[in-house]
């Protein structure tokens, strides 16, 4: 019995170990990016302030996704400036910018996985579902769910959602 407990106790201290050592060599959290300098958090949060302080305590998804341990990186995934110059875009966008995420890094496998199982996971939602409409499925996450700006409530402009609100 002591002996089961002694290499639990390794067990437990090895894995503590490895994490750390994750952490020190500035590994993102599950599914963080880890493409180059700007996969760190503290790169893009200095490079971009306003969307930094934003995801602190301002209005849209980075502040909710920050609370779950995720890091700006894991939804700006690869060389952030150089995908806003693409855009002409030229330094930081406002936080209601029109510039977003690619909808493949919402539905990757270390987060919302496929556009089916986002739709299984708000069935409870009935007829209302916008995950699985009768209208088709909007393909761009990014139309109703803002990082840094408040929510839009796509399907509510026309229906009244059976009284549903956006929560994040």
């Not at 700006?72 to 029109?98: F, K, R, V, W, Y």
């Not at 399907?155 to 549903?164: K, R, S």
């Amino acid at each position: 019995m002591r002996k089961s407990l002694r290499l639990k106790g390794v067990a437990a201290a090895a894995v503590a170990i490895a994490f750390g050592l994750c952490l020190a060599a500035g590994c993102a959290p599950a599914g963080g990016a880890s493409d180059g300098a700007l996969a760190d958090t503290g790169d893009l949060a200095a490079a971009y302030p306003v969307h930094g302080s934003n995801a602190e305590d301002g209005a849209g998804l980075a502040g909710y996704h920050a609370a779950l341990g995720q890091d700006c990186a894991s939804c700006h995934q690869g060389n952030l400036a150089d995908q806003l110059a693409a855009a002409g875009i030229e330094g930081e966008p406002d936080c209601s910018s029109t510039f977003y995420n690619d909808t493949a890094t919402c539905l990757s496998s270390d987060c919302h996985v496929s556009w089916d199982a986002l739709a299984e996971r708000t069935a409870d939602l009935g007829d209302y579902n916008p995950h699985d409409s009768i209208h088709g499925t909007i393909e761009d996450c990014n139309e109703c769910h803002k990082g840094h700006a408040e929510q839009v409530d796509i399907c509510g402009q026309c229906h009244p959602n059976g009284g549903q609100e956006m929560t994040v």
